[in-house]
């Protein structure tokens, strides 16, 4: 099995640029692949992404050096299983609030005697020599539960204490919402910046990794120098909606009155 950039990334000291896809398109995820990204991302939970188009947009970026990475859409194994069998080398996954929840996401992704998966890396195996994947997949892979409620804020340590994870990813949207704030993604209110502050302080205490998802380039950069290590900069959608109304509207400015 190839290594994992992320994890390289990390063990180096810096932080991973990662990309989201939400439009299943092969070719959106190649164009993408080749902008500088450290990862990518495909949302099978919110994203109009499923499993073929996931499939699809892994194939695309393959030519391409980032890390595919899937955000399943909910904590099960049926689905953690073939994302990782498809080719994921990191998993995302939604609404994990507590010790045990992440202790079976772990269990789900990790092939035995460190977890339950099945053995059937069907795309995942042409990663590497045959019959080699099974061997290093428990340690490459990346494993970010996602800290968005109350309930897993409160949890917190319990969460980060659960062997196998590699961090935890923030759904700052979620999180809000939990805290009775707006869908917003890049948060300046002192409470949820006071839980920011104190996931990055326990995952350091851990040597693991957080992650968050951010609006774009600023949110990204206060983030990766509030310490997190994976940031997300916005999604593919949402960036090549940001560009085309900043075109249409400087070409409305520069016309304008004619």
Wanted: some cysteine; hydrophobic content about 40%.
């Amino acid at each position: 099995m190839s290594s994992n950039k992320v994890k390289q990334i990390w063990s180096a000291g810096d932080a991973v640029v990662n990309a989201w896809l939400s439009i299943p398109s092969g070719f959106a995820a190649e164009v993408i692949a080749q902008c500088g990204f450290d990862s990518v991302t495909v949302d099978m939970q919110h994203g109009v992404q499923d499993y073929m188009s996931m499939v699809e947009c892994f194939q695309a970026m393959r030519s391409h050096p980032v890390t595919p990475m899937a955000r399943v859409p909910w904590n099960e194994p049926g689905i953690i299983g073939k994302a990782l069998d498809g080719g994921a080398y990191g998993l995302i996954c939604p609404m994990v609030n507590t010790a045990q929840e992440a202790k079976s996401l772990v269990s789900y992704a990790k092939y035995p005697p460190d977890g339950t998966r099945s053995n059937g890396p069907i795309r995942a195996g042409m990663y590497s020599a045959p019959g080699t994947y099974q061997k290093t997949a428990n340690e490459e892979i990346v494993i970010l539960p996602m800290v968005e409620t109350k309930t897993s804020v409160e949890n917190m340590e319990a969460i980060l204490d659960v062997h196998g994870i590699d961090g935890v990813y923030i759904g700052p949207t979620d999180l809000g919402f939990s805290y009775g704030l707006g869908p917003k993604v890049d948060h300046t209110e002192p409470k949820i910046l006071r839980i920011y502050e104190k996931v990055v302080k326990e995952c350091n205490k851990r040597k693991l990794y957080p992650g968050i998802h951010c609006g774009g380039a600023e949110g990204a950069a206060r983030a990766i120098n509030m310490g997190f290590k994976l940031v997300t900069l916005s999604d593919e959608a949402g960036l090549m909606s940001a560009y085309a109304k900043l075109q249409v509207n400087q070409t409305r400015e520069m016309v304008s009155g004619k």
